[in-house]
């Protein structure tokens, strides 16, 4: 009949969505590409999907990025800082969340 359930709807009543946040400095490091295919195969086995994102090495863009993985009520977070990070307040909101 073409039903198909509602992932938003759900993730709100379970309260999580199976989604790990990874931030990295930049993609085309092939260090960083074979860091992330691990991290990708370890989600995929224990069902949970990665949202990939760069911060290019600018605090602002990380700081930016992580508030959007917050909105986005990712259930965790792996992130490698930018080089010129020094303030660490903008990880505030995902300290302190219960873990399923």
Request: net charge positive.
């Amino acid at each position: 009949m073409g039903y198909r359930p509602n992932n938003f709807a759900a993730n709100l009543r379970t309260k999580h969505t199976d989604a790990i946040g990874v931030i990295v400095p930049k993609l085309s490091s092939h260090f960083i590409a074979s860091a992330l295919a691990g991290m990708e195969c370890v989600a995929h086995e224990n069902r949970y999907n990665l949202i990939i994102a760069q911060s290019l090495e600018k605090y602002e863009k990380e700081k930016e990025t992580v508030s959007a993985m917050f909105a986005n009520r990712v259930d965790g977070l792996l992130l490698s800082l930018a080089s010129d990070t020094k303030d660490l307040r903008h990880l505030t909101p995902f300290c302190g969340h219960k873990h399923r």
